[in-house]
């Protein structure tokens, strides 16, 4: 039973968490905001990012409110399932460490799987306007523009969506989750990903 809850609740964080991480990346990449995805983003986000940013400001232009949002929203869910899945209360470094963690796993996996929904749509719908599809695009697009400059077309098959789905998947495996989670005797520690 505690593993289902546990489940859930990681489940229903990381959704929440999600929709500020596309939001920041919406921004970050000047998307269409008139985009119903778009639309539902900024809807959902804006009752935690509207007064944040009355108390913090912009820095050279990025949305500092809706990452420290991302970071305490993942600190509290850090700490609710360290609590639940721990013998013990973890210490404020363990929790910081785990939060840190996780934020950069959610985003890793966001565009591991964005990536693959935009190669999915592109077999599928291409030649049609979407505006799921122009919000994938949108957002994928400039991560595979990186990958495009060391890996060509080949035969007119685009292969920057594999490299890139590799180059997540590997750094998805550097992230020293054991390391930050040594001091602290978990019941699941499968759980806290």
């Known amino acids: 039973m505690d593993n289902a809850l546990i489940f859930l609740f990681r489940t229903a964080s990381d959704m929440y968490t999600l929709t500020f991480i596309l939001r920041f990346i919406m921004q970050w990449i000047s998307a269409d905001a008139r985009n119903p995805l778009s639309q539902f983003v900024l809807k959902v986000t804006n009752p935690l990012v509207i007064p944040a940013r009355r108390v913090i400001p912009s820095i050279k232009g990025w949305d500092t409110a809706t990452i420290i949002v991302i970071f305490t929203l993942e600190l509290l869910a850090s700490i609710v399932l360290l609590n639940v899945s721990c013998i013990g209360t973890p210490d404020v470094m363990t929790s910081v460490g785990l939060a840190i963690l996780r934020s950069a796993y959610l985003v890793l996996n966001t565009y591991f799987f964005l990536t693959l929904a935009y190669v999915v749509l592109s077999w599928i719908g291409s030649g049609n306007y979407n505006p799921l599809a122009a919000m994938l695009a949108s957002v994928v697009e400039p991560v595979l ?49």
């Open 145 to 193: 523009r990186v990958f495009r400059k060391f890996v060509p077309a080949i035969a007119g098959i685009d292969l920057s969506p594999l490299f890139a789905i590799l180059a997540i998947q590997v750094l998805m495996r550097l992230l020293p989750f054991g390391y930050v989670l040594s001091n602290v005797v978990c019941t699941a520690p499968g759980q806290l990903l």
